[in-house]
Every structure is written in structure tokens, then in C-alpha cells.
């Protein structure tokens, strides 16, 4: 049973002007591809290939040698970017905050604009490439995390400083932005504001 890239759910022109058409056709259609295709190849014919994703990464303290790299880069590809085209959305609706992510922020963050202060400067200070998250924790808070590469808060990894469950994520590869915004990272922070689809992380908080 192979990982299925799924549907991105809107047109590659949709986040426009916010993000651009080339950069989503070249980041769906190779950089994900390229994931998941990877990450099939490399769990074919082994047990690993019937357990989930989410479950590889919480058991990854306990995977082989030869199989760690292909699921913290290519499992990691895959599930990441799965999760952020339903993280944007083109729909002015699903744009909307529903009350129980607002109250959700202010008891962690204190505002909205906290939270964006707080995730857009983790973003921003990425060393080389790897995403920004805002993770609910065993403890039912929000907190701001980043992390390297493709590896997510999800993974049982030394290198994983806050586990926790993603409720949303920005991929600050350059293979993200670099195209529209070229070294202009916080440009590319900004213009993501305008995309959130804050109705799915509503149904991640649920
Ligand atoms: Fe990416």
C-alpha cells in the first residue's frame, strides 16, 4: 500500500497574487512528487510500507538505519506538504477563524497578532531550509516550533525540540519562494497570511 500524493483541491493560479502559479505547478508536481515517489521506492516490499505515515514518524526512534533517512526526508516531503496545500486555500469562507481557534490563540498567544509575530519570525529565522509550525502539545497548548528540513513535530527525533500535533505549517524551503520573491523570505511570510485556511486548522483542533 503506497502513499497516495493526494488532490491539491484548487487550480495552481488560485493563490494568486499571494503565491504564484509557477512556484505551486513546479512544488506540487516535482518538489512533493519527487517526495512521495521516493519514499514509496523506499518502503516497498517492507512491513513498514502498511503502517501510516504518522505512525512511522512516532515510532522513528525504532526504524533501521537504512530506512531512518527515507522516512525523516521522503516521508517527511510527503506528510509536510500534503498538510500545507490544506493549510492555504483560494476561499474567502474557509479564510474565516472560527471562535474556537480564536480562543484557542488568545489563551496561548494572547492575539492573533502574537501568534503571527511569534510563527512569521520562526519562519523568518530558519537557518537554510525547513518549516514553521504552530503545534498543539500533550498538554493542550498552542506553541510556535520550528524545525530543519523535512523533518515535522510529529517525529520521534533527538533533533525534534517540540512534539506535538501541526495545526499549521509554512514551508520555508527557497524552492517555496524563490521564484516570485528570490532571497526576500519575509515577503514571502507576509503574502502567506493572506492564504490561511484557518477553517481546516479549526477542524485540527476539534
Ligand atoms: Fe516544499
Same mark, same amino acid.
Request: no cysteine; net charge neutral.
Given at each position: 500500500?503506497?502513499?497516495?500524493?493526494?488532490?491539491?483541491?484548487?487550480?495552481?493560479?488560485?493563490?494568486?497574487? &499571494?503565491?504564484?502559479?509557477? *512556484?505551486?505547478?513546479? &512544488?506540487?508536481?516535482?518538489?512533493?512528487?519527487?517526495?512521495?515517489?521516493?519514499?514509496? @521506492?523506499?518502503?516497498?516490499?517492507?512491513?513498514?510500507?502498511?503502517?501510516? +505515515?504518522?505512525?512511522?514518524?512516532?515510532?522513528?526512534?525504532? /526504524?533501521?538505519?537504512? /530506512? +531512518?533517512?527515507? #522516512?525523516?526526508?521522503?516521508?517527511? $516531503?510527503?506528510?509536510?506538504?500534503?498538510?500545507?496545500?490544506?493549510?492555504?486555500?483560494?476561499?474567502? =469562507?474557509?479564510?474565516?477563524?472560527?471562535?474556537?481557534?480564536?480562543?484557542?490563540?488568545?489563551?496561548?498567544?494572547?492575539?492573533?497578532?502574537?501568534?503571527?509575530?511569534?510563527?512569521?519570525?520562526?519562519?523568518?529565522?530558519?537557518? $537554510?531550509? $525547513?518549516? =514553521?509550525?504552530?503545534?498543539?502539545? =500533550?498538554?493542550?497548548?498552542?506553541? #510556535?516550533?520550528?524545525?530543519?528540513?523535512?523533518?515535522?513535530?510529529?517525529?520521534?527525533?533527538?533533533?525534534? @525540540?517540540?512534539? $506535538? *500535533?501541526?495545526?499549521?505549517?509554512?514551508?520555508?524551503?527557497?524552492?517555496?519562494?524563490?521564484?516570485?520573491?528570490?532571497?526576500?523570505?519575509?515577503?514571502?511570510?507576509? @503574502?502567506?497570511?493572506?492564504?490561511?485556511?484557518?477553517?481546516?486548522?479549526?477542524?485540527?483542533?476539534?
Amino acid at each position: 500500500m503506497s502513499y497516495t500524493q493526494p488532490e491539491l483541491g484548487y487550480a495552481f493560479n488560485a493563490l494568486e497574487p &499571494h503565491i504564484d502559479a509557477a *512556484t505551486m505547478e513546479l &512544488h506540487y508536481s516535482k518538489h512533493h512528487k519527487a517526495y512521495v515517489d521516493k519514499f514509496n @521506492a523506499a518502503v516497498q516490499g517492507k512491513n513498514e510500507d502498511s503502517l501510516k +505515515l504518522e505512525q512511522l514518524f512516532a515510532g522513528m526512534d525504532k /526504524l533501521s538505519a537504512d /530506512l +531512518l533517512p527515507a #522516512v525523516r526526508n521522503n516521508g517527511g $516531503g510527503a506528510w509536510n506538504h500534503t498538510e500545507f496545500w490544506k493549510w492555504m486555500t483560494p476561499n474567502d =469562507a474557509q479564510k474565516q477563524i472560527p471562535d474556537h481557534v480564536k480562543s484557542a490563540i488568545d489563551a496561548s498567544f494572547g492575539s492573533l497578532d502574537k501568534l503571527k509575530e511569534q510563527f512569521s519570525d520562526a519562519a523568518a529565522t530558519v537557518f $537554510g531550509s $525547513g518549516w =514553521a509550525w504552530v503545534i498543539r502539545t =500533550a498538554d493542550g497548548k498552542l506553541k #510556535v516550533t520550528k524545525t530543519a528540513n523535512q523533518e515535522n513535530p510529529l517525529m520521534n527525533l533527538p533533533t525534534i @525540540a517540540d512534539r $506535538g *500535533t501541526p495545526i499549521l505549517g509554512l514551508d520555508v524551503w527557497e524552492h517555496a519562494y524563490y521564484l516570485k520573491h528570490q532571497n526576500r523570505r519575509p515577503d514571502y511570510i507576509s @503574502a502567506f497570511w493572506n492564504v490561511v485556511n484557518w477553517q481546516y486548522v479549526g477542524s485540527l483542533l476539534k
